[in-house]
Structures are given as C-alpha cells and as structure tokens.
C-alpha cells in the first residue's frame, strides 16, 4: 500500500552524503525519506517542528532529525525549492 497520496511533499533528487552512505543501510535511508515526506520530522524540538510546518506552507527549507537503532544521529534536509533532499550526518553539515 503506498502512503503517495499523503506526502507533503515531493522529493524531486535525493543525495546522500559519502559518511552517511557508510554508517547508514539502504533501508534505513528509504524509511527516513518517506517519514520525512509524510512530515513525521523525527526528533526534532516543537519549535523545529512549527518551522517546519510553516515551510510546507511558504515554501521554507525542511529538516527532519532521526537516529537509528545502534544510535547514529542523522538528518534530512530538503531545500526550500524542493530541487535537493540530503541525508546527511550532522558532521557533514
């Protein structure tokens, strides 16, 4: 079943950084962007989250904040033009 219909979004080309594409499974990636693109913005604080709200709405940058199981903290940003998301480690920005 696909969640397309419920997209904020729409991610257009989707790059992942060198040290990120290392630490981080294919899977794990894919699962992130879809929460991202669904506005689930992972954990972010309440005032990332409005901005973020407000962006979808005037066309701001995006970011979304998650960390996986072994505990690697690592972000999506999505451009405010919507041309680039990047997976990308926090070092990295």
């Known amino acids: 079943m696909s969640n397309e219909n419920q ?3 729409h991610i257009n080309q989707a790059v992942v950084t060198r040290a990120a594409a290392e630490l ?3 899977t794990q990636i894919y699962a992130a962007l879809r929460l991202h693109q669904l506005g689930d913005w992972g954990e972010i604080c309440e005032e990332d989250r409005l901005a973020n709200e407000d962006s979808l709405l005037n066309q701001g940058r995006l970011m ?3 960390k996986t199981d072994a ?3 690592f972000w999506i940003i999505t451009e405010w033009d919507r041309s ?6 926090p070092e990295d920005y």
């Open 71 to 73: 505990g690697t903290l």
């Open 7 to 9: 997209f904020k979004f």
């Open 24 to 26: 981080l499974t294919g």
């Open 84 to 89: 680039v998301t990047t997976v990308l480690l």
């Open 64 to 66: 979304s904040v998650f």
